[in-house]
């Protein structure tokens, strides 16, 4: 059977991901010089989810969500918008942008970690486990104080409670009821996370902190291209090359973004790449390309582990329990090709997606 061809938009909408989400981080540190940290999150999610909500709805018969929804919608977009974009969005102020998309790159990390501990999710294997290792070590090639990066303690501990908190998020929104649409949930999740960061604004009393001045020109366009371009474009962008591209080239995002990140620091912020980052972003890069790669890589041994081989009754089929499991039990029989992933985007929203 002839494989039938990909659309050229499918390209196009996966590049578009790569470089609106990525150009995410640059805007939030250029927007900031302006807007405090929270006000600016909180206006900017209220604003995109109010969006979300009317471009894509139009159309469709989309009804309220159920309460239980509502509320696991809620949590999700407090936990990841509040406390996770929340506090990327704080270290920002004293984080280069580029560094601040490193550490929270490390988001499938905790993932795995907190899957295995507290929502009996299976082991990533071997090749996960030490992509977990590695990417922490780059952590801490960034966290060192006499390596060279000088970055603020303070900010550093944000940015890792922020992955911990977007990992946290993620994992609970695989189980909690949830709107069935993707668009109502993420619509759903920006605008009560938008409310809580302003909120939060708020009784820090960063309304206070606007420098109205400084607002027109690079604040504002990075504040309008945040709500537009990352919010909608990009988000719709991402749902479309989900239905046409296979999701594991969908994900690369996952570690392409930290690295569209760096360069669009270099070129619009004029972030330097000491020797020290660049180990550290080498590290946590791979060290998510491994955790990515790590299921599918565990249950493709698991499948080549049913061999077929020649005993005394003739040919007749030997199971090899690999990794303490069967791979002939239901789990196993899931194609190798296409295993489970948690896919998180810059939003929030968070997809449970067959790879």
């Not at 046409?244 to 973004?257: D, H, I, K, R, S």
Request: include cysteine; aromatic fraction near 8%; hydrophobic fraction near 50%.
């Amino acid at each position: 059977m002839e494989r039938q061809r990909v659309p050229i938009r499918a390209w196009i909408a996966l590049v578009v991901v790569y470089l609106v989400w990525g150009s995410t981080f640059t805007g939030i540190q250029v927007a900031i010089r302006a807007i405090p940290p929270l006000l600016m999150a909180g206006t900017r999610y209220l604003l995109a989810g109010l969006l979300l909500y009317a471009i894509a709805g139009r159309g469709r018969r989309w009804r309220l969500p159920a309460w239980r929804e509502l509320r696991s919608a809620g949590i999700v977009g407090l936990l990841l918008l509040l406390g996770g974009n929340g506090l990327l969005s704080w270290a920002e102020l004293r984080v280069p942008s580029g560094l601040a998309a490193l550490i929270i790159a490390t988001v499938p990390l905790w993932m795995a970690v907190l899957g295995v501990a507290f929502w009996r999710q299976p082991s990533p294997g071997r090749v996960g486990w030490l992509g977990v290792l590695v990417g922490l070590a780059g952590v801490a090639v960034l966290a060192n104080p006499g390596g060279g990066g000088h970055l603020n303690r303070l900010s550093i501990a944000a940015l890792l409670l922020a992955a911990l908190l977007w990992a946290l998020g993620s994992l609970y929104s695989r189980r909690a009821p949830m709107p069935t649409d993707v668009f109502l949930a993420s619509a759903v999740e920006m605008v009560i996370g938008g409310v809580g960061l302003v909120l939060a604004a708020v009784l820090t009393g960063e309304q206070g902190a606007v420098r109205w001045g400084q607002i027109l020109g690079p604040p504002a366009l990075a504040y309008g291209w945040l709500v537009l371009g990352g919010a909608i474009l990009g988000y719709t962008c991402y749902v479309y090359a989900l239905k046409v591209l296979p999701t594991a080239t969908v994900a690369t995002y996952a570690y392409v973004n930290p690295a569209v990140a760096l360069g669009l620091g270099f070129l619009i912020l004029g972030q330097g790449l000491s020797p020290t980052t660049a180990v550290a972003a080498a590290l946590i890069t791979l060290g998510v390309v491994l955790m990515v790669s790590g299921p599918r890589l565990t249950r493709r041994q698991d499948r080549l582990s049913v061999a077929v081989v020649d005993g005394p009754g003739g040919l007749h089929l030997e199971e090899h329990r690999a990794h303490g499991s069967d791979p002939l039990e239901a789990d196993a029989l899931v194609d190798p090709d296409r295993p489970q992933i948690e896919v998180v985007h810059e939003q929030g929203h968070c997809l449970s997606l067959p790879q």
